[in-house]
């Protein structure tokens, strides 16, 4: 072996992604060193898309304040890339699950407001092209929040504005957008989404990513019913159908509200980063292997998270990819349908979560080392 490149996502709530690609050089380096890595840190829409993309273009973060998911302030940044006039916005830094302290999960009263907000900051500083990331998310508003915060009315029979979260999508009545910041019409934006699933039904938002979000399985219909209700409203009030688009359903349907109420365009996340940080052209320049990873693989994986996106680049120039993760879940097999040829687990024996969550750097190093010893008996 020559050359490795290492392109992994983060792992939430664990590492960040060039942490997670630089322990795996680290591992590899221990057994060859001659062996050159190249460490290509990646991102879905969800989290670690603003630092991936600050990061690949030589842009810059701004930090600010805005509105958490239960409402309390949060700080959060957004970043300009480095050809100055095109902003990145993170929905997970103001409205991504972490932000919210496990016994306080309820997608039932999370917003994406602060996700509005951070948008709004990015008009402000003249921006009129937006990359807008979104995954990792506490809410299941389908973006009514966001929606609001831009100056779009949602509102219930009386003619109040709806609550925060899917219970406010309960009472939703009729939508005006005569509100809505008019500088949004100037803008380009551009939709990063980390799945590709559709607003409701059995792969829509509620179903598959409610439960993560604290949703107990007698809430989910309930979910499902309010993301449906302001699809109808949305088709009623604003003539457009976004129940099927591919990543309406990412976010808690943050992908349909985007669509319906800023025009923007969903596009899956890992294309848009893989063209930002030219994976293609790292690989182009050939690799005996790709070692990609996130902290969890399963079904999802497969529905347009890192890993799967990795793999098809690769797969273009015949390049083998295995993956490194944290947990292996339920459905994972389904991934080598989607050209990853293998994958591990940095998990050693049986621990705590927490103690692998607050390990990760020197677990995955030491996993990395197993994998190339493993890759190079047959074949030095
Ligand atoms: N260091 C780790 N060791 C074991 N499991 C991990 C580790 N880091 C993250 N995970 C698992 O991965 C899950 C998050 O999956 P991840 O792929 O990072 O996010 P997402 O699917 O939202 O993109 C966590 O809930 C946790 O169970
Ligand atoms: O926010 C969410 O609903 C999901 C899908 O977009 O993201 P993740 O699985 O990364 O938390």
């Not at 460490?39 to 930090?63: K, Q, S, W």
Request: hydrophobic content about 45%; proline content about 6%; glycine content about 14%.
């Amino acid at each position: 072996m020559k050359r490795i490149v290492i392109a992994p996502d983060s792992f939430k709530e664990s590492l960040d992604a060039p942490a997670v690609a630089a322990a795996i050089a680290e591992g590899i380096k221990r057994v060859f060193p001659e062996v050159e890595t190249v460490t290509v840190p990646m991102a879905d829409g969800g989290e670690g898309l603003t630092t991936t993309l600050v990061a690949a273009t030589g842009g810059r973060a701004i930090t600010t304040t805005v509105t958490g998911p239960l409402g309390q302030p949060v700080r959060a940044a957004w970043g300009i890339l480095g050809d100055g006039t095109t902003a990145v916005v993170e929905m997970a830094q103001a409205s991504g699950l972490p932000l919210v302290p496990r016994e306080k999960r309820n997608p039932l009263f999370t917003t994406t407001y602060g996700t509005g907000e951070l948008i709004r900051q990015a008009l402000d500083a003249g921006c009129r092209r937006l990359i807008v990331g979104i995954g990792g998310s506490a809410t299941n508003d389908g973006g009514a929040g966001m929606a609001q915060a831009l100056g779009v009315k949602l509102l219930d029979a009386g003619g109040q504005d709806i609550k925060p979260g899917a219970a406010g999508l309960e009472e939703l009545d009729h939508i005006d957008i005569q509100g809505l910041d008019p500088r949004v019409k100037d803008a380009e934006i551009l939709v990063a989404c980390d799945v590709d699933n559709p607003l409701c039904g059995p792969r829509g938002a509620s179903a598959v990513y409610g439960p993560q979000k604290g949703a107990p399985p007698e809430m989910v219909p309930r979910l499902d019913a309010a993301l449906a209700r302001l699809a109808d409203i949305i088709e009623r009030d604003l003539g457009k159908d976004v129940r099927e688009l591919p990543g309406a359903g990412a976010a808690g349907g943050l992908g349909a509200g985007l669509v319906a109420f800023l025009d923007a365009n969903l596009r899956r996340g890992i294309e848009l980063v893989m063209e930002a940080v030219d994976l293609d052209g790292f690989l182009a320049r050939g690799a005996d292997l790709v070692i990609t990873g996130e902290g969890e693989i399963n079904r999802q994986t497969a529905y347009g998270k890192v890993p799967a996106g990795v793999a098809r680049v690769a797969g273009k120039y015949g390049i083998p990819v295995v993956a490194l993760v944290g947990s292996i879940g339920e459905g994972a097999s389904t991934v080598y349908d989607h050209g990853i040829k293998g994958f591990m687990s940095i998990v050693p024996r049986p621990v705590p979560l927490a103690y692998c969550l607050e390990n990760a750097a020197s677990l995955l190093a030491d996993a990395a080392e197993r994998l190339v010893r493993l890759l190079t008996v047959m074949n030095k």
